[in-house]
């Protein structure tokens, strides 16, 4: 007997996904016979580009429902089984020979197949996507829509570990999405309004959108008289609950929504973590937190439906118990331009870190929140009373990484007299003070010469990175036993540690040797003739007072002309130091007429590993900014510098590296 082969039929919905429609697409192409793209409205190229990979494109109006569009699209499917993906999403390459496998070996009682779905980095959870094309199976609920089964149906679902869905997009959705989001949820409560399962939704996009008061009332309404005793509902109203009370600051409620959440589903840990959060921060009771860190620790991450971070079953608690007990050793406070981002600062700063293992660590930082994601230490702001009380408690206060002493270049530049303050503050309480890898520019004021001179000599350690600051400290009054030189502090990293595995750390000029790049940006190396051309990496620095004269005449008359000539050789990439450097990318753009990819680092903690491996990828490097020619040379790039101050100078001289010229530079054999 021939047993007929099935049909797999996928179907996606989209609207203005011209950046992302090829790639859910594409994954779909090596085992669907039919794919449907149900189109809700888009005035981009979605459509133009579906129609290189699937010829049944249907139109729908768009009337503020999810589910609508997702059961007219099903409506199109003609084969036996179905799968379905956002159009941001998209299949595992690695597995997905495994979907056609699964399908034709699927027991007759089987109607369908939860897979893991993968967002936001850490976050996943099972979901319902593979299926039988079965008579009454649809789509519920007008946004966050699911696959509505009986508890029969669900029973004949089963679990394929090996399948993964990869959402691109951030789970932290952008404003306008959630604000659309709530406007689909009142519209739809207006027909319903006792739909407790479209309120539930409201107060969490409520909550994403910051109305944590309003999320908060709306949760208590629900927990406090129950539509249902369905356990997984309850479940996930006390979790968001206690998110909220947590975002209020009511601690002690916050605690008791979570302890009722995991009361439903001990087997998950998120309740736990948020809890031992909760002890931890607020409540300042680091003994209880290390006791529910300790627990999660214990719990094997489960197969579940609901969202699950995949960190909390094993790195986030271990991180928080190594945290609790960096509580017990000595505080070192360290000031600088941290939190800006400046990739200079953030390099000396992680150097800084790694000197001084034997401390806990508090940074002051110009924004708290981006250091922490950087460097996942702790972060005050400054001029605040937190830095205050974090000064206090410090038992060294490090004045640490930038040229930080200086009057130069600005209006009204308070730079020497604030750290200054710092220093008399800290020896003042009796706390050990450490000026360490700093820069000392120009200091014209005499006031500001003075104040130098008076605070500097209660430092019990001064390094500098150069000769020249140690000069000019000389010149100050700045004793001069006091005083070290040692190279920059970004000498002191191993970029070994940032480059990832051994394959990883293979030179390359492929696109996806480089983290990230603007979604505009093509690809960033380009086949020709079979070969893949050289990428060469570009960084250009707005000039700063006492930069060097010729420095945009160089760009203007010597690189621009460099990078028209040398298209056809060379693939290039403009690398930003700092947000400033961008309008360089621009400027490029218009002047070479070239769409030069812009770099842009990966966020949290992988920032100082995208600079690392982009640089990495690099060919050949030509950067003005200081610490990017020191980065490539570390890297042992072929490096030419386009010297903006006399700081790039020195680094030139320190280690002979070549400045830029026309026509290129070529690297001598080794």
Request: glycine letters at 4%; proline letters at 7%.
């Amino acid at each position: 007997m021939i047993v007929p082969m099935l049909k797999i039929s996928a179907f996606i919905i989209a609207r203005n996904e011209q950046d992302n429609i090829a790639r859910a697409l594409k994954s779909l192409l090596s085992f669907c016979d039919e794919i449907i793209l149900v189109d809700t409205g888009s005035t981009d190229k979605t459509k133009e580009i579906a129609l290189n990979y699937t010829d049944k494109i249907f139109d729908f109006k768009w009337v503020d429902d999810f589910s609508a569009a997702r059961n007219f699209a099903l409506s199109k499917c003609t084969g036996d089984w179905i799968i379905y993906l956002d159009a941001d999403d998209e299949l595992d390459p690695e597995n997905q020979n495994l979907i056609q496998e699964t399908i034709l070996n699927s027991p007759p009682d089987v109607i369908g197949y939860y897979v893991n779905y993968r967002y936001s980095g850490e976050t996943e959870l099972l979901t319902a996507r593979i299926f039988r094309n079965l008579p009454g199976l649809h789509f519920a609920m007008p946004v966050h829509e699911y696959l509505e089964l009986t508890e029969e149906q669900k029973k004949a679902f089963r679990v394929v570990k090996n399948i993964t869905v990869i959402h691109h997009k951030d789970a932290r959705e952008n404003q306008n999405t959630i604000l659309r989001n709530i406007k689909i949820l009142q519209k739809s409560l207006k027909h319903q309004p006792e739909n407790h399962h479209l309120r539930f939704f409201l107060a969490r996009e409520k909550y994403n959108l910051g109305e944590f008061a309003e999320a908060r009332e709306i949760l208590s309404k629900l927990a406090n008289n129950p539509p249902v005793e369905d356990p997984s509902y309850l479940y996930l109203i006390f979790l968001h609950l206690g998110l909220c009370y947590q975002k209020i600051k009511d601690a002690q409620m916050a605690i008791k929504a979570f302890q009722k959440a995991e009361s439903y589903y001990p087997r998950l840990a998120e309740p736990l973590v948020y809890e031992a959060d909760t002890w931890l921060y607020q409540m300042n009771n680091p003994d209880k937190a290390a006791l529910l860190y300790k627990q999660v620790l214990a719990m094997p991450k489960p197969e579940t439906g609901f969202p699950v971070n995949a960190s909390f079953y094993y790195d986030y608690p271990k991180k928080q118990l190594q945290k609790i007990e960096k509580l017990k050793l000595p505080i070192a406070l360290v000031c600088g331009y941290y939190g800006l981002p400046n990739i200079g600062d953030e390099l000396m700063l992680a150097a800084i870190i790694k000197k001084y293992p034997q401390h806990r660590i508090i940074v002051a930082s110009y924004n708290p929140e981006i250091t922490r994601k950087i460097h996942d230490v702790e972060a005050v702001p400054h001029h605040h009373a937190w830095f205050d009380h974090a000064l206090t408690q410090a038992q060294l206060v490090i004045i640490g990484g930038g040229t930080l002493f200086h009057d130069q270049g600005l209006t009204q530049n308070d730079n020497v007299r604030y750290y200054c303050g710092i220093i008399n503050q800290a020896v003042t309480q009796h706390r050990d003070v450490v000026i360490y890898g700093v820069g000392v520019d120009k200091i014209g004021l005499k006031s500001n010469q003075q104040l130098i001179s008076e605070n500097f000599r209660h430092c019990s350690e001064i390094t500098v990175r150069d000769e020249l600051s140690k000069t000019r400290l000389l010149k100050y009054g700045v004793i001069s036993p006091q005083i070290r030189v040692a190279d920059d502090l970004a000498c002191q990293l191993k970029p070994s540690e940032y480059l990832g595995t051994p394959a990883e750390n293979a030179p390359g000029n492929s696109a996806e040797s480089v983290p990230e790049i603007s979604p505009q940006s093509p690809a960033l190396s380009v086949q020709s003739a079979g070969e893949v051309r050289p990428l060469i990496g570009i960084n250009l620095c707005p000039p700063v007072v006492g930069g060097a004269a010729d420095y945009q005449q160089k760009i203007e008359k010597e690189l621009v002309p460099f990078i028209i000539a040398s298209q056809k050789e060379y693939s290039f990439i403009f690398i930003p130091g700092t947000e400033k450097d961008l309008e360089f990318a621009s400027y490029l753009k218009e002047k070479t007429g070239l769409d030069i990819p812009v770099f842009s680092p990966e966020a949290g903690g992988s920032y100082l590993s995208s600079y690392f491996k982009v640089i990495n990828s690099c060919s050949r490097f030509i950067a003005a900014r200081f610490h990017l020619v020191l980065l490539a040379h570390l890297l042992q790039k072929p490096v030419e510098a386009l010297p903006y101050a006399e700081k790039t100078d020195s680094l030139i001289k320190k280690y002979q590296i070549p400045r830029f010229r026309f026509p290129p530079f070529v690297p001598p054999t080794p």
